[in-house]
């Protein structure tokens, strides 16, 4: 309330046509920019509430659509669609970090970086971790994540012709940043596989970069 | 006493430096480097992210305290989980101070990388961002 007067006497300032008070409300302003609070002075550690799941649904429905001009193919649109988890893996990557300085260490192994990714990450942005982490069998370079209910697909129905199409793309790009930013560069793909129990089955490929593999067995 | 700050990212680029001096002492926060010293001052820090390299994968800590030596200088590292760098050169050890300066530092960092105009490894140069890092130089070193 203490800071609402003030830009409004600048305001006042500035619409009076004198010519004095053209000068001053241009040293105002400039004073007033410098004391304006920065990125700064926010508290990270303050959580704020858990946002409406239905807001997110909102933003991201918009996402989708946005995305979906001027693709040429469902790969197209899907690698976009990571393209966005991208820039909110890199962030909260550090942010988790940084919220857990007490005992944050950072992860050199595969394995303690995708249960990294799997408990921490997942609830820093879902606020619940992912049901599953799976490594393959027959190939040595891949893993799974695996999410029953993921929220990136709760209010997306896939049309029959794209039936290929995983919105939770979105949900790849925030892991392949994650791991990207830990050195673990890695491709990471989404596939629906849909279960009679949830129809929304996402499971999450971790297909990790040859680099990885060989320093994982140097490392050993 | 002075120091020399330089941020890398995760390209082994340069995204920020400075160089201070210590405000204990009868300090005025300024570097007493002679002008040779400070000129060399970014070669000696960036030698040393050869061995951060071989030292943060047998090394699962954020502070891989002093990694390095040139002549009476001494190379502190601290590699956040994004693999940004922050390294300090200094003349005397003192690994838990440093430590802080480097968690508050940290602090400072994701701050910066919160802000939605500002993406990895780009240069910082927010001025508040300079004038917070010289308050943290203030309050430890």
């Known amino acids: 309330m203490s800071k609402l007067p003030t830009p409004s006497r600048a305001s006042s300032d500035k619409s009076s046509s004198h010519p004095g008070f053209a000068v001053r409300s241009s040293a105002t302003s400039s004073s007033l920019a410098s004391r304006r609070a920065t990125v700064y002075d926010r508290n990270m550690n303050r959580r704020a509430p858990d946002l409406a799941l239905s807001t997110f649904a909102f933003l991201f429905s918009e996402m989708v659509q946005y995305s979906q001009k001027n693709v040429k193919g469902v790969q197209e649109m899907e690698n976009r669609l990571s393209a966005y988890g991208y820039h909110v893996g890199q962030r909260v990557l550090e942010l988790a970090t940084v919220r857990e300085i007490k005992n944050a260490k950072r992860e050199t192994r595969v394995l303690g970086l995708l249960q990294f990714i799997n408990t921490t990450i997942w609830k820093a942005i879902f606020g619940k971790v992912a049901d599953a982490l799976e490594k393959s069998k027959d190939q040595e370079d891949e893993y799974m994540i695996i999410d029953n209910n993921p929220v990136a697909n709760s209010y997306i129905s896939v049309p029959k012709e794209l039936s290929s199409l995983d919105c939770a793309s979105f949900q790849a790009g925030v892991i392949e940043a994650v791991m990207d930013g830990c050195q673990f560069p890695a491709k990471i793909t989404a596939h629906s596989v849909p279960t009679e129990l949830y129809p929304l089955k996402t499971v999450f490929l971790v297909k990790l970069d040859p680099l990885v593999i060989e320093r994982e067995k140097y490392m050993r | ?141």
């Open chain 2, 1 to 141: 006493m002075s120091f020399y700050l330089a941020i890398i990212g995760s390209k082994d680029n340069a995204i920020y430096s400075l160089d201070f001096g210590t405000y204990r002492q009868g300090g005025d926060g300024t570097s007493k480097f002679s002008a040779d010293v400070r000129q060399l001052c970014p070669f000696i820090v960036h030698s040393s992210l050869d061995i951060i390299e071989e030292v943060q994968w047998t090394n699962s800590a954020m502070h891989l305290k002093v990694i390095d030596k040139f002549y009476n200088y001494l190379i502190s590292a601290y590699v956040t989980s994004g693999n940004i760098k922050f390294l300090l050169l200094h003349e005397t050890r003192a690994d838990e101070v440093i430590r802080q300066f480097f968690v508050d530092l940290y602090d400072l960092y994701v701050k910066t990388l919160m802000s939605p105009f500002y993406s990895v490894d780009q240069a910082i140069t927010s001025k508040v961002f300079d004038q917070r890092v010289k308050m943290l130089a203030k309050k430890y070193l």
